[in-house]
């Protein structure tokens, strides 16, 4: 019988325990972002344990988290971080709200991505921007596990997402995966436009904690790929979106 653990990492993913250098980069990416936003009014929606809004809480006028996960809420708040319960379909916030907000590797294991997204922008102020992260389709690996035979297996299980979709789903649907198509087709007809779309890879640190040497290698490879057309096989996707009216 599957541990309850497993069962939530296959439902809400893992939240970030630590801090080490994918988390740094990440968040200089998301500063470079937000520019003066950052000293704004700050939503992470979906912020599991706040290691991402306990760094973005001392610039800012407010910042909140929200995370759907009571435990998780719970400890989060256990470290001074203002926190409120709730689900990203339905934003306890009035329109308008904030200057930024962060979506870090959430999107994909809510219940309805288009809600969601349509709640972000909703709760978004005009010039206000959505930094967001989430799994890319082209990356050569499903980073969240899948079902088979009825049992999860958890780890990096190599090219299921190349499946069909159908296929790919039958064998992951606990966890979406995204195009760019995709992510436009979420975003169509909504007041926004888009800073900075692209793909990234991954910092590793797990291998490199194993074996320096060849980690710091296939990051500083990996991280080049970035620059190339061969971004497309990234792990995540980086888009900067920002509400125009």
Known sequence: ME???LQKAAQRGEPSYVWRAGQE???QMILEAAGPRANGDILENGCGLGMYLERLTPAARWAVGLEIELPRAQQAAERGLCV???AGEKLPFP???FDLILSHEV???VEDDLKAVREM???LRKGGRIVLFCPNRGYPFETHGIYWRGRYRFGNIPLVNYLPRAWRNRLAP???VYSRADLETLFAGLPVRFVRRTVIFGAYDNIIARRPGLGRVLRGLLQFLER???RTLGLSHFWVIEKTT
Request: charged share 30%.
């Open 3 to 5: 541990s309850a653990h």
């Open 95 to 97: 329109d308008g709200r």
């Open 228 to 230: 190339t057309p061969l």
């Open 25 to 27: 980069r990440r968040l």
């Open 107 to 109: 999107l994909e294991h």
């Open 121 to 123: 922008v909703r709760v």
């Open 84 to 86: 409120v319960g709730g």
């Open 174 to 176: 606990h966890v979406r």
